[in-house]
């Protein structure tokens, strides 16, 4: 295991040059998510080496951790005093690092029922791309007022600024985890969804797949078994791996060797089935729709769009991954990221083209 270790002056030194020079930087973790976004041409600026916790107080339910320290270790922590991050972001093969969970802001299947990545987020100390070291938000809730731009970190993919430092918002672990199964299609599955969406039932995760609807129960044992008798189906504690391999990808379907793009849709949730071809994997109850198709990238998004919802090229050769931006949003995007990054320096591109973060 790797010594904690404090780069940050180092790091700013080195932004700090880059920008007097004009040099773009390309801001590198453990790689986990490299494919993900737009490539980037520019000089690598290594984080790994920047890792360790700096703070933890469970009582007060946070953690402040540098941005190179690897999400295994994070979790490990808060495991033994009986937390958990809120947010269950991808570890990518236990290679993903705080900085790279905030910088690319996934989020697991448990999101619709706790926190996104953004809202997990209390503070954060980074490096402009004047090289200067700036701190926003705080370590409790009740701190964090004003302009949230600690938030704007979160899916920014270091376009805005080189992460040293994350305080993120812990949870208390549930008492009990149940997985129920149901055999049904798509169709079905986004109806029965609707419908257990207004009863008030302790769901931490619904997916559908492969014919089977799958239900993840969190909370008292007493509610969970209660819960699990009213929805019906298969219960069972141990889920096969299901929504570790959801979270982390490596459920076939995510991570297998289907040469198709695969796409990330996000709708609303009781949006009917959309009509593209290609295998489905519903997660989020609806809301966030996986497919593998060979259909057009402009069908694939039209199609979204028209369901009011928008479409990214999660892993896909010679598509541009995000969903364009309104002439508006992109305009806003173009000017926060002069705010922190004049020079144009930090990751340049790696969202969108054309001078875009």
Request: one cysteine or more.
């Amino acid at each position: 295991m790797a010594a904690d270790a404090d780069l940050g002056e180092q790091l700013a030194a080195r932004v700090a040059e880059a920008a007097a020079a004009g040099t773009p930087l390309r801001i590198e973790g453990s790689g986990s998510k490299a494919f993900y976004g737009r490539p980037v041409a520019g000089e690598p600026l290594p984080l790994a080496g920047h890792r360790g916790i700096v703070a933890y107080e469970p009582a007060e339910l946070y953690v402040t951790a540098r941005a190179g320290t690897p999400l295994a270790e994070l979790e490990a922590t808060l495991a033994a005093r009986g937390q958990r991050l809120g947010c269950e972001p991808p570890r990518f093969g236990g290679r993903g690092t705080v900085g790279g969970m905030v910088a690319a802001g996934l989020s697991g299947p448990r999101r619709p029922w706790s926190w996104a990545v953004r809202d997990v987020v209390l503070g954060v100390r980074c490096i402009n791309g004047r090289g200067e070291i700036l701190a926003f938000g705080g370590r409790l809730m009740k701190n964090v007022a004003g302009f949230d731009a600690a938030r704007l970190m979160a899916g920014s993919l270091g376009t805005l600024a080189v992460l040293l430092e994350v305080t993120l918002r812990v949870d208390p672990a549930p008492e009990a985890t149940l997985t129920v199964s149901l055999e049904c299609d798509m169709a079905e599955a986004i109806e029965r969804l609707a419908a257990w969406g207004r009863l008030p039932l302790p769901l931490a995760g619904a997916c559908h797949l492969d014919g089977r609807l799958h239900l993840r129960l969190e909370g008292a044992e007493a509610s969970v078994r209660e819960a699990a008798a009213r929805l019906g189906g298969e219960a069972r504690a141990d889920d096969g791996g299901l929504w570790a391999g959801l979270r982390d990808h490596t459920l076939p379907f995510l991570s297998g060797d289907d040469p198709r793009p695969l796409w990330r849709l996000s709708v609303p949730p009781a949006t009917p089935p959309l009509p593209l071809p290609g295998e489905w994997l519903l997660d989020w109850g609806g809301a966030q729709r996986w497919l593998r198709t060979d259909a057009p990238a402009g069908a694939v998004r039209a199609t979204a769009e028209r369901a009011g919802g928008h479409a990214t090229c999660f892993r896909g050769e010679g598509i541009e991954p995000f969903h364009p931006l309104p002439p508006a949003a992109l305009a806003l995007h173009r000017r926060i990221k002069a705010a922190f990054d004049p020079a144009g320096i930090l990751n340049p591109g790696r969202m969108y083209a054309e001078g875009g973060p």
